[in-house]
């Protein structure tokens, strides 16, 4: 088959639920060939493959921590032998925990480290050698960075991390048509912010932009497909903070 009558291929990272689930359901209908990425949520992602191919979808879900270079270079395997060679990597995969720098554990720098700073190494490492020329990279910073809130200290520190791997990485990838940027999300409805907080402190992130909502997991999706998409071909090594006027 030639590659106009073949689906363009994604790989959604830390797909099942959240941010990485509404990117999924958008570039499915967006027209691409999703690889639902998950590390531990096996139910989650099986329902979401469900609901893509109910649509029409050519999709499924692929087991693997980012944080492992070995399972990354198999979940890039499995997408090729499952949908062909892989067009767009979307980084969404990531943890957040909230407290102050001196209150971390040895364990949980070295978890936010792992997933979000090595899990987004191993993928990119992977992709310059394996995605096809034109491809696009969509990594995810945070809005976090540009607040310097207490608490976010560990987070922000591997939220740069990340737009420096953007910026440099874009240079990198010279000559072969691929585009690399960032998302950075504001306050968004979803577990990965809601959890531990208190409707006071919801409704005061909620209040912080000027539009005065916390944003949806769609939202996001929307910037991520613009990015992913034909339009955003002179869009490179760039950080688009989707934010509702935060910061």
């Known amino acids: ?23 999924a359901q958008r570039l499915a209908r967006d027209g691409f060939a999703v690889a639902v990425n998950y590390a531990s949520s096996p139910e989650q992602a099986d329902a979401l493959v469900v609901e893509l191919k109910a649509a029409g979808g050519r999709t499924f879900a692929v087991k693997a921590d980012v944080a492992s270079a070995e399972e990354v270079r198999a979940m890039f395997d499995a997408v090729e032998a499952q949908l062909g060679k892989v067009d767009v990597l979307v980084n969404n995969a990531g943890v957040l925990r909230t407290l102050p720098l001196a209150e971390h554990s040895d364990a949980q720098y070295d978890q936010t480290f792992d997933i979000n700073v090595r899990g987004t190494f191993n993928t990119l490492r992977e992709a310059a050698m394996r995605l096809n020329e034109g491809g696009r990279i969509v990594n995810f910073s945070s809005t976090t960075l540009a607040l310097n809130m207490p608490g976010y200290a560990i987070y922000n520190a591997t ?16 000559g072969r048509g691929i585009t690399v940027n960032a998302v950075a999300p504001g306050p968004i409805a979803t577990s990965l912010f809601l959890d531990g907080k208190t409707e006071e402190q919801v409704q005061a992130f909620a209040k912080m932009p000027p ?18 998409g034909p339009d955003a071909g002179w869009v490179n090594g760039q950080i688009l903070r989707a934010n509702g006027g935060v910061a």
């Open 211 to 228: 539009l005065q909502r916390l944003g949806q997991p769609e939202d996001i999706a929307s910037v991520v497909s613009f990015l992913a």
């Open 159 to 174: 939220k740069a991390a990340v737009e420096a791997f953007t910026h440099v990485f874009a240079k990198e990838l010279r």
């Open 1 to 23: 088959m030639n590659q106009s009558s073949t689906p363009k291929v994604a790989i959604v990272t830390g797909a099942s639920r959240g941010i990485g689930a509404a990117v």
